[in-house]
């Protein structure tokens, strides 16, 4: 009976044990990669505008289609950044809404575009310093495995070696 009792006791304990430590591997955190505001301000566009805003809204007080006006834009690869206040102001000039509307998502989709070509590349950067991590953790100083030898077990037994660490 106090056998039992004391296995009953023993198990309940490595089960607290095993949830223990389980838990605390769960519960780290891994680094968080920051900007700085130099990265930033590289990542985020600066405005460009081979087309002018005065330049779109003259076209929109001359009466052109706002479909062509978008095709200018996208021709001239411009970008805006624009504030509401801005864009009410434009809009108030004669500007259409949908050419509004297509600065603002041409700017937000470009936006988006340089933020993940930033992950992408920071990504790649860090698989490849793994596999460099990786290499230098599995060198072998021993081209044939422990001891030099190119045979199975020892120097006595004839036979191609399945030791030979492989080399990436």
């Known amino acids: 009976m106090n056998r039992i009792i004391i296995l009953i006791i023993s198990i309940a304990f ?7 430590n389980q838990s605390q591997r769960t519960n ?10 130099a990265e930033l301000s590289r990542i985020l566009l600066k405005p460009s505008g081979a087309l002018s805003l005065d330049e779109i809204v003259k076209m929109s ?4 289609a706002a479909e062509q006006i978008i095709e200018k834009i996208k021709a001239s690869n411009s970008y805006y950044d624009l504030t509401p206040s801005q864009s009410q102001q434009l809009n108030k000039q ?23 070509e930033e ?3 920071r990504e790649r950067a860090k698989k490849n310093a793994e596999k460099q ?3 230098e953790r ?4 021993y081209p044939y495995g422990y001891g030099g030898y190119p045979y199975w077990g020892s120097q006595f037994y004839w036979g191609p070696s399945i030791y030979y660490r492989h080399r990436r």
């Open 133 to 135: 991590l990786d290499r």
């Open 94 to 116: 004669g500007v259409d809404i949908k050419v509004l509307d297509y600065i603002y998502e041409s700017r937000e989709a470009a936006l988006k575009n340089n933020i993940a």
């Open 14 to 20: 490595f089960m607290a044990g095993c949830a223990t």
């Open 28 to 37: 780290e955190t891994p680094p968080i990669d920051r900007i700085s505001d």
């Open 138 to 141: 599995n060198f072998s100083p």
């Open 119 to 121: 992950i992408n590349k």
């Open 61 to 64: 007080k001359e009466h052109i």
